[in-house]
């Protein structure tokens, strides 16, 4: 029998998704992008160079000189192998670029370093002399801003020789990664990582029109051949009278993608990085729905290192949320807002594709990589607290002998939060969570 009062609709999907991807997602693949990367390479470079003027009377480029240069020299390439070796030598070296001396000092002491932090403590102190010298000199924003952007582009030019390295040199182990990590991207939504709200209106909204569907079968108004695979399951694994506790408990079973539509409707890779690991996850043939043009999306949120692209790099802070935010824009001088993020956003359309996606329906954020820092805070509130967001669930690093991030990526998010409360309805436990890579 035809359905005569009712158009039995075909299962819909109710949630977006967003893979917000940060460094730890390149490095999971065996991409040496980190900061501290970044400045191993470039200390070897520079101290290579330094070698071939080895008991000259000075070294000089565009970011260091040194005098009397040694003419024996402890092994390693490294800034600390540098710094003893001179200081052996009685040699000595000046920093031209005061930002480049902060950051290699930094990663020297604790072996690692926040570079765009780092921006942000000397801006701060650039304009509150109160705190003290820094390092000794009169460190003005104009010279802070130059000797960042230097590092900028020194950056931009690493990330971009260490991605055409890998893309020449794909393996075996990338494509076990590969393969892990895509099917966690293109999973079927758990409803236990939901929001209780989102949770429950799912539920009553899913529980509502099995009723229906069950109604219009028991007064024949419909018969079997009208009703989809997944309602004859749910029937058949309930009966046809089941109240909502029930149907509830099946739904949030293991196997609830059997009897309710659990696939992400359209896909957003959120990048903060510079690089393009993520083109690597375009939805693979065999999850290919080719419903319409926009189930993958891709958002360079932080700009790229392909100058065609027309995406400058993004590289700065971007916290508004700070105490300290307000005095700088108090400042009334521009020179202090060049490199804040939420300012050079602006320059292209990112920022809105990101809201239209967000203000588009309910979204789940995966994130994949990303520590979560104060450096992203205002952005990473956008997304967090709109009332479209249902479910954060982290993919944490596995460090082994039991040891994990999660925590500290906890920690972080907390502070991207203002309403905790929310907070700890969205954000998934760690029993529902895993390591992004095993």
Request: hydrophobic content about 30%; charged content about 30%.
């Amino acid at each position: 029998m035809l359905a005569t009062s009712r158009i039995i609709q075909k299962p819909r999907n109710f949630m977006n998704r967003i893979i917000l991807i940060g460094n730890g997602f390149d490095l999971a693949h065996g991409m040496k992008t980190s900061y501290n990367d970044f400045l191993k390479d470039f200390w070897k470079n520079t101290i290579t160079e330094i070698h071939k003027f080895e008991g000259k009377e000075i070294f000089e480029n565009d970011d260091i000189i040194i005098k009397n240069v040694p003419s024996q020299w402890l092994p390693g390439y490294e800034y600390s192998n540098l710094i003893k070796t001179l200081k052996n030598s009685n040699s000595k070296i000046e920093f031209k670029n005061i930002f480049l001396y902060k950051i290699s000092a930094k990663a020297y002491f604790q072996n690692w370093v926040d570079i765009e932090n780092e921006y942000y403590e000397l801006l701060k102190k650039s304009y509150n002399k109160n705190e003290g010298e820094i390092l000794n000199y009169d460190y003005g924003i104009e010279q802070l801003n130059s000797d960042f952007e230097r590092i900028k582009e020194l950056l931009e030019g690493y990330l971009l020789k260490i991605e055409l390295e890998f893309d020449k040199s794909q393996n075996q182990n990338f494509s076990r990664t590969r393969y892990r990590i895509e099917q966690k991207i293109y999973s079927n939504f758990k409803l236990k990582d939901f929001s209780e709200i989102t949770l429950n209106q799912k539920i009553d909204s899913e529980y509502a029109d099995f009723k229906k569907d069950v109604q219009a079968f028991k007064e024949n108004k419909i018969d079997r051949d009208d009703l989809s695979e997944k309602r004859l399951s749910l029937i058949s694994a309930i009966g046809v009278d089941a109240d909502r506790e029930k149907f509830k408990q099946l739904i949030l079973s293991q196997d609830g993608h059997l009897f309710i539509d659990l696939i992400p409707n359209h896909t957003l890779f959120l990048n903060f990085n510079y690089t393009f690991t993520e083109l690597h996850y375009q939805i693979p043939d065999r999850m290919s729905k080719s419903k319409n043009g926009k189930e993958v999306e891709f958002i360079h949120i932080h700009g790229s290192n392909r100058k065609k692209d027309k995406n400058p790099i993004i590289f700065g802070f971007g916290d508004e949320l700070d105490e300290d935010y307000k005095k700088i824009e108090r400042l009334n001088d521009n020179n202090y807002l060049e490199n804040i993020k939420s300012i050079r956003y602006l320059d292209t359309d990112n920022y809105k594709r990101l809201l239209e996606f967000v203000n588009s329906g309910n979204y789940q954020i995966m994130i994949m990589g990303h520590s979560c820092g104060t450096s992203d805070r205002t952005l990473l509130n956008t997304v967090f607290e709109n009332e479209n967001c249902a479910s954060i669930k982290v993919f944490y690093h596995n460090k082994g002998d039991n040891k994990d991030n999660f925590s500290d990526i906890i920690k972080n998010i907390s502070r991207s939060f203002n309403d905790k409360a929310l907070m700890r309805d969205r954000v998934v436990n760690k029993t529902y969570c895993e390591p992004l890579t095993e």
